[in-house]
């Protein structure tokens, strides 16, 4: 069980912690084992309310409808507002409380899963940014109060099983919000520029340092955010740009296999006819004979 803090529930809060014996029946479901929530809540105009966590064994999200707080990671401190989320992800030691005075109103969420990790990481986070303005949406809203609904079904495994719908189709929510949102503050990942580089280098090789110092991010965050949003590495996509342009040299022009492999920077025509297998599924000249029929 997450560890709650202390706050002393006024009118109107909801604070929900889901039971040992249930969390062990979403962790083995197939429908949820994925992503399941430990506790949810709702603190309206929480006066007083703070958290420290030295160990953090879950994942948790803040959604701020209200007033105002601060959350502070490290030596790094960041405010709170109306429309603000919160991602402090499993083993992020983290202090938050509420502004003294105008208290936030505040939605939360603790969960896991298999997969927990891979759903945050879809967010695409800029680089120690664990506040995001995503502003009052109602379908957000809605979700919170869909999650909180569990508390009042005497633990029926179908209700909980719907949550993790739920807690899924809402992250998924947040990673779209959160990309426009990122966009416009000019911490987005610029996609076409970083593959307009690749293109531009086709014929030789990219370095990871020199793209991740073209987006200004470190090699890890630049990587994991250009996974986030293509579904692959940077290595990899630029790979595929190669075998995408090697198709295309097949198709139009009579150059042989080891021309091809050379106007693409691989000296080695073998290395290249297996790197083409590998991603194409055949080899250079079963392509071509495929593709003129």
Known sequence: MPISSNWPLQAGAIRFF???????ALAQHPLSQDLFIHGVGFYPKAQGHKMTRTQHDDNLLLYCSGGAGLVKVGQQEQRVGKGDLVVLPQGLAHHYQADGNDPWSLYWVHFGGQHAGAFLDHLALPEHTWVVPVGLHPKLLADFDALLSVRATGYRMNAFIHSSQVLKQCLTYLALLITNRVRQSGHYLD???????????????????ALAELARLS??????????????????????????RACYLLDVSEQ??????????????????RLFRKVMGVSPREYRLLARG
Not at 256 to 266: C, H, I, N, P
């Open 18 to 24: 889901v039971p040992h014996f249930v969390l062990q």
């Open 191 to 209: 996609l076409a520029a970083i593959q307009a580089y690749m293109e531009a280098h086709l014929q030789g090789e990219v370095d990871l340092d």
């Open 219 to 244: 090699k890890f965050h630049f990587s994991k955010r250009y996974k986030a949003l293509t579904g692959y590495s940077p290595i990899q996509h630029f790979i595929h740009l190669k075998m995408e």
């Open 256 to 273: 042989s296999v080891a021309d091809v492999a050379q106007a693409l920077g691989y000296d080695d025509a073998h290395y290249f006819s």
